[in-house]
């Protein structure tokens, strides 16, 4: 049986930020990044908190030409909105309706953190491809080790033809190594929202995304 592909994205990925809520969505876009992942901690919030600002995260990429906004993990709620994409983990490969979602016309961005989670997301035919942790991140706790910068070149060789996003413990000056093996797309998460001028960093991360 053929399985279909999802749709490709509408623009390469390049600089990624990947934000907590809704506001920092409108302000990101504000300030020129159009590829930008809502990350909502459900335990921080309860359901109709999420709904909201998953509905508001997408209405404000609709209101941009070129943005893609993808949510991550709530699936259901993109779904019900229309989201332009939808970013998931290998676990949710077991629960999300990903032949629904493909149907939608919803792009599907879905992480990796070894060989065999490449090759079993590469089956789904997805719009991108995250591969993580490039580098140590104290931001979550993560069962893998570090992919480093020769296994994430050899990796995004084996992720073809499918673009790579490079995920996990990425600076701004960390970012021109990584862009260097071949990525379409470096996700950031504490580089702009912690930044002491979160707008001089997004700005910069776009140049950088750019050279």
Known sequence: MKIDAFAPLIAPVGFYPVVPNAA???RLLGWGVRTIQLR???ADHDAEEIAWEVRTAIAAGREVPGSQVFINDHWQLALDHGAYGVHLGQEDLDTAPI???RDAGIRLGLSTHTPAEL???KAVQPSYLAIGPIY???LKVMPYEPVGLERLKAWAQDAAPYPVVAIGGISLAL???VLACGVNGVAVVSAV???QDPEQAARQGLQLAAA
């Open 119 to 121: 090759a079993r997301a």
């Open 175 to 177: 970012m021109p190594g």
């Open 99 to 101: 032949a629904a979602l």
């Open 136 to 138: 140590p991140t104290t």
């Open 193 to 195: 929202t912690l930044a």
């Open 24 to 26: 920092w969505v409108r």
């Open 40 to 42: 909502i901690k459900a």
